[in-house]
């Protein structure tokens, strides 16, 4: 059975709100990425980071990974300091009782191909799993645009240089229209990436637009995705980020009314083709 979650922070900044919007849409966990007054996740405080637990668990919401923006930096930046903030995600997620770091596979220096700097990205990759050798959680890394995994080979790519278990694919199927202008995606994108697969973001666009659609009206394949997992009885998390309203690098934003639209939307056409989800 897949299980439902959502960037609630796309509704309201305020952490009670996405909680409370949650409950009232029967929606059973979280991707927390944005709090009160737009800090990330990962730089909350120690007390910040106790409400917002007390406020998930009066309210029997779930973590389904924590929305760290790990791996959005240049390579040439230092490595050290982000290592750091890693070992900080671990922590969250530990706190959140979540097995995924939701991450990324950075960014080229200025001027430079992302693409030239395979064995950096690896290297990089190959610390943070060393990190998380005695710790269940799984580092899933999201395909988007200019960095090393935009693409699915280059995703798969890392994940068998890495060959571990701690590192899996969340696959944004809107992401590939956004940089590519793909239109085929669960065609072309989503049989490479499929075999390693753990985390899936729900988000719909249509080629050239400036912000996201509807779930089912994009170019991204939504609905027949939906059907790819039903028919792998997949039981991971399927997240939604509309991005209806605003869409940038690091979030966007949609509201309450077309939130819930997006989510019933979701539902309707999962039923529709058989995928059970909780």
């Known amino acids: ?25 029967g929606v059973n966990y979280i ?6 007054g737009h800090e990330n996740i990962m730089n909350l405080t120690d007390y910040q980071l106790r409400e917002a637990k007390k406020i998930l668990d009066d309210n029997n919401i779930g973590v389904s990974a924590i929305g760290s923006p790990i791996g959005k930096v240049k390579l040439d930046e230092p490595f050290e300091n982000h290592l ?9 997620a530990e706190f959140f009782d979540t097995k995924n770091i939701r991450m990324f596979s950075y960014y080229a220096p ?13 290297e990089r990759m190959l610390k943070k799993i ?8 799984v580092m899933v890394l999201e395909n988007e645009a200019d960095i090393y995994g935009q693409l699915p080979d280059r995703a798969v790519e890392l994940v068998k240089a890495v060959d571990s278990p701690k590192l899996r694919l969340c696959y944004d ?51 027949l995705l939906l059907k790819e997992l039903a028919g792998m009885n997949y039981v991971g998390f399927v997240t939604m980020e509309p991005h209806l309203q605003k869409g940038g690098q690091f979030g966007g934003v949609t509201g309450p009314e077309l939130f819930a639209q997006a989510i019933n939307e979701t539902k309707r056409m999962a039923q529709d083709v058989g995928l059970i989800m909780e």
Request: hydrophobic content about 45%; aromatic content about 12%.
């Open 1 to 25: 059975m897949a299980k439902l979650s959502a960037f609630a922070d796309e509704v309201t900044y305020e952490f009670a709100g996405q909680i409370d919007f949650l409950v009232k849409q």
């Open 31 to 36: 991707e927390p990425r944005f709090f009160d």
């Open 84 to 92: 750091e903030k890693f070992k900080h995600a671990v922590e969250l």
């Open 110 to 122: 200025a001027g430079k191909n992302i693409f030239d700097y395979h064995d950096d990205v690896v």
């Open 130 to 137: 060393e990190l998380l050798k005695n710790i269940d959680i």
């Open 173 to 223: 199927p809107a992401n590939f229209v956004v940089a590519f202008g793909t239109t085929d995606n669960v065609q072309s994108c989503w049989p490479i990436m499929k075999p390693y697969v753990s985390h899936i973001h729900i988000k719909d666009w249509k080629v050239a637009s400036p912000l996201g659609s509807m779930p089912g009206q994009g170019d991204a394949q939504i609905k």
